[in-house]
């Protein structure tokens, strides 16, 4: 998988609770994304990375925040958890502008 | 996983038939794209690009075609085997910023 590690792989925590998951890649590209995907809507990008402390959002980031401290690490955060954010998220990886996107094994999340 | 090929437009093809996918994509400023092809249970793997300078790229068993006017990609596998069942989405990627926007995708179900 590209060298991407996405964690925790699989967890559950309540509604109102913070939530973070964590991507680390060991391949030194410089773009890393955060996707969600649910039934009927495929893939929906949240938010993105070009660079260590350069962020910008996708088409689904209320709700989410984000942070690239390090070119291997992204993290994203749910600052207080909802139904509505049960989901299975995707962390992608690519090198530069107009190369592929690698994806990591994705996390389920459940909130209850 | 298992709720991935929910409520997806499915292709049912016999083995060893061709299997043509199509997706159509909105943003007209969008010059990179990507086939990716998502198995139960994992994230997606790419399968072969196309940038908007071309018309058709051939791979192993697959070709992309692009029609620029109309805004359609397709992906064509030949001989299609067991192993290709899965879940097909296309992704688009605009200018200049590096973001991948999925369409919704195709379950290819194929039959021994």
């Known amino acids: 998988d590209a060298g991407i590690t996405q964690s925790p792989r699989h967890k559950v925590t309540e509604t109102g609770t913070p939530v973070t998951l964590r991507c680390h890649q060991t391949e030194n590209h410089r773009y890393m994304y955060w996707y969600r995907q649910d039934p009927g809507h495929g893939l929906r990008l949240i938010h993105y990375?070009?660079?260590?402390?350069?962020?910008d959002k996708g088409e689904v980031s209320d709700g989410y925040s984000v942070s690239r401290s390090k070119t291997e690490d992204f993290l994203l955060t749910l600052e207080s958890a909802t139904s509505s954010q049960t989901s299975v998220y995707f962390c992608?990886?690519?090198?530069?502008?107009?190369?592929?996107?690698?994806f990591g094994q994705g996390t389920r999340l459940t909130v209850v | 996983g298992e709720s991935v090929g929910l409520h997806l437009p499915t292709l049912s093809v016999q083995e060893g038939d061709n299997s043509i996918i199509n997706c159509a994509y909105s943003n007209s400023a969008s010059d990179y794209f990507i086939w990716y092809k998502q198995e139960s249970g994992k994230g997606p793997q790419f399968i072969i690009d196309?940038?908007?300078?071309?018309d058709k790229r051939q791979g192993q068993r697959v070709t992309v075609l692009l029609n620029k006017t109309v805004k359609h990609l397709s992906l064509q596998i030949a001989a299609t085997q067991p192993g290709d069942s899965a879940v097909y989405f296309c992704?688009?990627?605009?200018?200049?910023?590096?973001?991948?926007?999925f369409g919704s995708g195709t379950k290819l179900n194929v039959k021994p």
């Open positions: 990375s070009y660079g260590v402390k350069d962020t």
């Open positions: 992704a688009e990627n605009e200018r200049n910023f590096n973001k991948f926007y």
């Open positions: 196309i940038r908007s300078n071309m």
């Open positions: 992608a990886i690519s090198a530069q502008i107009n190369t592929e996107a690698f």
